[in-house]
């Protein structure tokens, strides 16, 4: 359990970091890029409710600007769960080969995309295409 908390945090940062990169620094011209069409799977932490579901990701990023903004400093960013209401939502990955929705780089010796069910990583598929492994 403390590794899925280290993992979460871990992606929680990435997430940010990518924000501030693709967004120019706070300036959301980046986020205003992504095209209305394009979607993200996301998933609820919350062990009651583990909604899972696509959203815009125009929607997703602007949502996560508007956490950061009103919460200056926080270590994590969650967005507000559309089934149960509670700041458990982050981004998922839905596996190519068996259709499971897990948070993305929730396991820290992993692939950020490898399925805990399957254990199918297209990251780890293509890494080894490259290197030969």
Known sequence: MKNVIYGVVILICLLVAG??????????SGVDNIPDDETIWVRC????????YEMGKKQYYKEMEAKAK????AMVLLLTCKECGQDKVTEAVK????????????SQTEFPDK????????VETRWKERTGR
Do not use: H, L, Q, R
């Open 45 to 52: 932490a919350n062990k009651a409710c583990n909604a899972t």
């Open 19 to 28: 924000y501030v990169i693709f967004s120019g620094g706070g300036d959301s």
């Open 70 to 73: 009103d919460n200056p400093g």
């Open 95 to 106: 596996c190519e080969k068996c259709g499971e929705v897990f948070i993305k780089g929730a």
């Open 115 to 122: 399925c805990p069910k399957c254990k199918f990583s297209k």
